[in-house]
């Protein structure tokens, strides 16, 4: 309290006098000084750099670069790196601790699309789980665009099942096509072209279940019609030889780990040879066995805040560690994670492009936002260095998404979406989650998960003194312009 007291009276002063943009400040120019910079090439990171961004894109990169005319923020001792981009996430069928259709509204899909914002996360490629609600009164290519608040969502439409099969037709599933021959197959395609979608999902293994799975056949022409509409082909497979069979079809992305038996040579040969794209998805099972335990985060707050409500509780009940650990899936996906540990450092070595994914959002306990740090995490653990798997968490990630000309990467001519880190990611991936703040398009868009979470929705209708001195300090900020005082400001308080 007594802390708060002294510094209340120069907090009021801050917002009053950082209030208004000097004279002479040009607000499309922005210069970013003195970040230690991870570029998303893999390159190593370089120090005291400065980055110069108009109107959202990065025009200049290098040492001591002129700031005349923009808002300058100094960012010595913090790190600049690209925002994360996730390749495989499911969004606006999650609320609380159920998916279903009826959550699949426009607010619950904003809320998400924000959360993963907080989290660094700045595009999005939801694989096969929307509804038309997306395709009505231009919602998607608003978010596109990125026009509306939160990441940027990418989707794959409608995805295709076996009639009968995976995934059944519940928990917001229902309008996943289940064509029930190859010339359905190819009019589905079509009609989900017209969507103006790039990417195409497919089930293909039954999850270890006794219930239909696709037919080659059909595979094969969904595969061949997505490439006749200039769309890229996603399957979602768990067996070795099942991979082998659609990258010899000409598939596009493999959604998920192979997860049965290691690579062999041959296939990693015929990956290569055809451009695969592989989207490991680590966390998935990582989470589907670790609350058969107590996972290390279960109780960090950077994983509890990305919760839904009632979460938590759901999975800190003895009786429900119990039931997991019980399930004949524990075991079985406690060994298919070991073995997606080993592929994908196989797959990487061997030259073939990894991306980040995560299946964050098909269920509750897969976290929007939090489950892509520890995907990074993960990444390092089978073998990749901090800075490889910030590439397919970046760039690699881009690339899957066909966006890669715009982002993913801090050079010049791309778009400025970036984190800005407290710690070097490079020496420890798990930086990753010591957000400072978050720029989509150069302009400053969160502090990361935890800002102004104490503040009330009445904002300053609740009396400042009562507030905790981070709250007020971020009220005051989100008035101040981006010049060096306002920076300097925070760096002296010691946030």
Request: with cysteine; aromatic share 8%; hydrophobic share 40%.
């Amino acid at each position: 309290m007594l802390r708060t007291s002294l510094l209340l009276p120069l907090l009021l002063f801050a917002c009053i006098f950082l209030g208004s943009r000097p004279p002479g400040v040009d607000p499309a120019r922005l210069l970013l000084k003195d970040v230690n910079l991870i570029d998303g090439t893999g390159a190593a990171a370089k120090p005291h750099m400065d980055l110069l961004i108009e109107n959202g894109v990065i025009v200049a990169i290098g040492k001591n670069l002129s700031g005349d005319n923009a808002s300058i923020v100094t960012l010595t001792g913090k790190t600049i790196m690209p925002a994360l981009i996730s390749a495989h996430v499911h969004v606006g069928t999650l609320n609380g601790t159920t998916a279903s259709a009826e959550h699949y509204t426009k607010p619950n899909i904003l809320r998400q699309l924000k959360l993963y914002q907080d989290y660094g996360v700045l595009q999005l490629l939801v694989m096969g789980t929307d509804r038309p609600l997306l395709f009505e009164n231009g919602f998607y290519d608003s978010s596109l665009n990125g026009s509306l608040p939160g990441a940027r969502y990418h989707s794959a439409g409608f995805g295709f099942a076996a009639p009968g099969g995976t995934p059944p037709p519940v928990n917001g599933m229902d309008r996943v096509n289940r064509p029930a021959n190859a010339e359905q197959a190819r009019r589905q395609v079509d009609t989900l072209a017209g969507l103006h979608v790039k990417t195409i999902k497919m089930w293909v293994d039954n999850l270890g279940s006794t219930t239909p799975r696709l037919q080659p056949e059909v595979c094969r022409a969904l595969i061949d019609a997505a490439h006749r509409n200039g769309m890229l082909a996603a399957a979602h497979l768990f067996y070795r030889e099942d991979a082998r069979r659609l990258v010899a079809d000409r598939l596009d992305i493999i959604a998920h780990s192979i997860r049965d038996q290691e690579v062999d040579d041959a296939l990693l040969r015929d990956m290569k040879a055809r451009n695969i794209i592989y989207i490991p998805t680590l966390a998935l099972d990582k989470f589907a066995y670790s609350y058969g335990d107590t996972p290390p985060w279960l109780n960090d707050p950077f994983f509890k805040q990305s919760l839904e409500p009632g979460t938590h509780d759901m999975i800190s009940a003895p009786a429900y560690r119990q039931q997991m650990k019980t399930s004949p899936a524990y075991q079985r996906s406690k060994t298919a994670h070991q073995v997606a540990l080993k592929n994908v450092y196989r797959i990487h070595k061997a030259g073939i492009l990894v991306a980040l994914g995560t299946d964050s959002g098909a269920s509750a306990i897969r976290a929007q936002g939090f489950s892509e740090h520890l995907e990074l995490e993960l990444l390092v653990e089978a073998g990749l260095t901090p800075l490889e798997a910030i590439t397919a968490g970046t760039l690699n990630a881009a690339r899957a998404l066909r966006v890669d000309r715009q982002y993913g990467t801090l050079e010049k001519g791309k778009v400025a979406d970036l984190l800005i880190l407290y710690s070097d990611p490079s020496f420890s991936v798990a930086n990753t989650r010591n957000i400072a703040a978050v720029y989509k398009a150069g302009r400053e868009v969160s502090k990361g998960p935890f800002a102004g979470a104490d503040v009330t929705a009445s904002g300053l209708l609740q009396p400042l003194y009562t507030l905790p001195l981070r709250s007020v300090f971020f009220y005051c900020r989100s008035v101040a312009s981006y010049v060096d005082t306002t920076v300097i400001f925070r760096r002296r308080l010691h946030f």
